[in-house]
């Protein structure tokens, strides 16, 4: 397999699983390892041809006879946020944000088994040990933030320490030289009226117009995944192809 690089890293090929995302399907990905000093620059590369980091190894989908995972990301400063994304924002006027240097906290464990107890209880990582998570959380080999929403925080102050206040969302985040990535978040099940995972999306695209980045970077879409189909709803998104790179969701048939 032929990938243009700028440090010619050594490509892998992982072994076929069960495709999270379209049932009867396999999935297998092609894989690099991030190490030293040239990490930040080769994740930023492979991050604009589809790439997403995990922890010290960066992938991309590599599967036999399917092509539906598409990198996606916001173009946000030009998002006009919907009706019902704008009752989102107000609803969750009461939470704060506290960005942190990724180190993980048994609060955060414990909030992680709770969301995943909810929401992905068949899931891979229904398993996770807390040293598995500490790894997932920690193992960064490129500049990323571990950022904390808490319900009913006094202040919200960037590099500060934690608040009392109730932990409600936590998002994993890599900070890029054109936007912020979003690597994993969880949140409260309890509190789904407040749509917290899309809060979250909205105020990293709030932070990112603030510091004048370009993208919000979010992870794949799957056209046939009702799993992904909130992504959609974050116009203009742009989805990244080998044939065609980077275009707008529906400009080319995905």
């Known amino acids: 397999m032929s990938i243009q690089t700028p440090e010619n890293p050594q490509f892998y090929l992982s072994a076929p699983t069960p495709c999270p995302y379209l049932e009867g399907k396999e999935e297998q990905k092609v894989f690099t390892h991030l190490s030293g000093n040239r990490s930040q620059n080769l994740h930023q590369h492979l991050a604009h041809n589809g790439f997403r980091r995990s922890q010290n190894l960066i992938y991309r989908p590599h599967c ?60 891979g990582m229904a398993e996770m040990s807390d040293e598995e998570f500490q790894d997932m959380i920690e193992d960064t080999p490129v500049e990323s933030s571990l950022v904390e929403y808490r319900l009913g925080a006094q202040q919200s102050q960037e590099g500060a320490t934690g608040s009392s206040s109730s932990l409600v969302a936590v998002a994993l985040i890599d900070n890029m030289a054109d936007g912020f990535s979003m690597v994993y978040s969880f949140f409260d099940p309890e509190m789904g009226r407040r749509s ?28 046939d995944s009702p799993k992904m189909h909130y992504k959609s709803t974050f116009r203009p998104i742009e989805i990244h192809s080998e044939q065609f790179g980077w275009h707008p969701l529906n400009s080319i048939t995905a």
């Not at 990293?204 to 056209?223: F, N, P, Q, T």
């Open 64 to 123: 036999v006879d399917c092509n539906a995972c598409k990198s996606a990301r916001v173009c946000v400063d030009r998002l006009v946020p919907t009706k019902s994304q704008r009752r989102i924002l107000n609803a969750n006027r009461d939470i704060t944000r506290t960005v942190l240097t990724p180190r993980a906290t048994d609060e955060h464990y414990d909030l992680f088994l709770k969301y995943l107890e909810a929401r992905h209880k068949q899931g």
């Open 196 to 223: 917290l995972g899309n809060y979250m999306i909205l105020d990293h695209i709030s932070r990112a117009i603030d510091e004048s980045y370009s993208y919000l970077y979010l992870g794949y879409w799957v056209k």
